[in-house]
């Protein structure tokens, strides 16, 4: 199975700053990697598909890049409805994994 | 606008069964894969099992192979996950969700329906 790493787990910060969270593939990938924001007692919501393409209605704030085994999330000017968990997830191969999530939270 | 509506969820005992259903508006039903994730209280997302667009491709995670089985009814718009030989490690909140186009991402998902599993 694929095994996704994020880095880091929980991540502290204030309202206008700029954060990055990586996801580490534990296999070649390709581009087969979205990024979801989750709140609790909500939906998870897809922000980034495809490593790259932002999914429509989502902020320009959000941007995500890489290939093969690594790739990055950047939030630009955090708002405060940024402040939530975060997932990487693979689709390249069966069984789709996701990583063990990142907490974002308001320092 | 995509809805998806799950439903099912109950408190069972270890080692019962249950069927969760998973109701779907919004767009064109068959035309897309979809699958199950859950999360288990605390814990991170979890991919459970997908389903092709006529059924006739099933994938499961390794945790559920042989214990879990999804299908679909494209005249009703729906999609199931019949449960067998519950453990309390499948305690959590089980999502229905869509697959979009691009990168096998999930990009409908419905607010879940909680299967607690315990004597």
């Known amino acids: 199975d694929i095994q996704m790493t994020q880095s880091p787990t929980s991540l502290s910060a204030s309202v206008g700053d700029r954060v990055t969270i990586t996801c580490r593939a534990s296999?070649?990938?390709?581009?087969?990697l979205n990024w979801y924001q989750h709140k609790p007692g909500k939906a998870p919501k897809v922000l980034i598909y495809a490593s790259s393409t932002l999914q429509s209605g989502i902020s320009s704030r959000f941007s995500g890049s890489g290939s093969g085994t690594e790739f990055t999330l950047t939030i630009n000017s955090l708002q405060s409805e940024d402040f939530a968990t975060y997932y990487c997830h693979q689709g390249y191969r069966t069984p789709y994994t996701f990583g063990q999530g990142t907490k974002l939270e308001i320092k | 606008e995509v809805e998806l509506v799950e439903s099912g969820g109950v408190v069972v005992q270890p080692g019962g069964s249950l069927r969760l259903s998973c109701a779907a508006s919004g767009f064109k039903f068959d035309d897309y894969m979809m699958h199950w994730v859950r999360q288990v209280p605390g814990k991170g997302l979890e991919w459970v099992s997908l389903v092709s667009w006529d059924g006739g491709r099933t994938e499961y995670a390794d945790s559920v192979e042989g214990r879990f089985t999804i299908s679909r009814d494209n005249s009703k718009n729906s999609v199931f996950l019949e449960m067998h030989g519950l453990t309390t490690e499948d305690t959590a909140l089980y999502y229905c969700a869509k697959e979009g186009s691009g990168g096998s991402c999930l990009d409908g998902w419905g607010k879940g329906t909680p299967v607690t599993v315990s004597s």
């Open positions: 296999q070649f990938i390709s581009t087969y």
